[in-house]
T-cell receptor, first 113, second 111 residues
Framework: DAMVIQNPRYQVTQFGKPVTLSCSQT?????MYWYQQKSSQAPKLLFH???????NEADTPDNFQSRRPNTSFCFLDIRSPGLGDAAMYLC????????????FGSGTRLTVV | DAKTTQPNSMESNEEEPVHLPCNHS???????IHWYRQLPSQGPEYVIH???SNVNNRMASLAIAEDRKSSTLILHRATLRDAAVYYC????????????FGTGTSLTVIP
């Protein structure tokens, strides 16, 4: 089945140590998104790629970066994780220009120790 | 971005219909209304979407007010597996693809 896959499912990192979360998709969707979801809160959009064009949300901290080497893969890099960055990170995809919505991955739960 | 307002929580008895309301008084003519739900420890999943007319699929029905300033997600027979947070989201079709989530409604299904 076509899907959005996030690895790993759970990630533990040390305070200040760079960490990378990955997302892959078999849907051939041209738009990929990263959301941050803290406990008991709604998902918050960090940034998205429309094809190769990177679009950052105005309030996304500089500590968060993203890379999209090809259509299928997208990475979220946290350069210096703080305790406040502990959250579920969700990757989603969509086909640009169509009203049908997103397909989400199952998320990566990040713990910062 | 157009904003949605939903009740924080609702309860329903199992096997009974559930009507989840959403207000979106600032909706524009090109905003689609999307509903997603999120089960515990999972990513959100698509439920239904519509523009002006009522919509039905195997999961739910979407009733859209004539003035489009509100909508209702209808689960015809709630099951325990329907316990989730339900998000009503407006998506501007022309100017972008981004979803901005509101607070959602946490649905509890009582056996």
């Amino acid at each position: 089945d076509a899907m959005v896959i996030q690895n790993p499912r759970y990630q533990v990192t040390q305070f200040g140590k760079p960490v990378t979360l990955s997302c892959s998709q078999t849907l051939n969707h041209n738009v990929m998104y990263w959301y941050q979801q803290k406990s008991s809160q709604a998902p918050k959009l960090l940034f998205h790629y429309y094809d190769k064009d990177f679009n950052n949300e105005a309030d996304t901290p500089d500590n968060f970066q993203s890379r999209r080497p090809n259509t299928s893969f997208c990475f979220l890099d946290i350069r210096s994780p703080g305790l406040g960055d502990a959250a579920m990170y969700l990757c989603a995809t969509s086909r640009g220009g169509q009203p049908r919505g997103y397909t989400f991955g199952s998320g990566t739960r990040l713990t910062v120790v | 971005d157009a904003k949605t307002t939903q009740p924080n929580s609702m309860e329903s008895n199992e096997e009974e219909p559930v009507h989840l309301p959403c207000n979106h008084s600032t909706i524009s003519g090109t905003d689609y209304i999307h509903w997603y739900r999120q089960l515990p420890s999972q990513g959100p999943e698509y439920v239904i979407h519509g523009l002006t007319s009522n919509v039905n699929n195997r999961m739910a029905s979407l009733a859209i007010a004539e003035d489009r300033k509100s909508s209702t997600l209808i689960l015809h027979r709630a099951t325990l597996r329907d316990a989730a947070v339900y998000y009503c989201i407006l998506r501007h079709f022309n100017t972008g693809n981004q979803f901005y989530f509101g607070t959602g409604t946490s649905l509890t299904v009582i056996p």
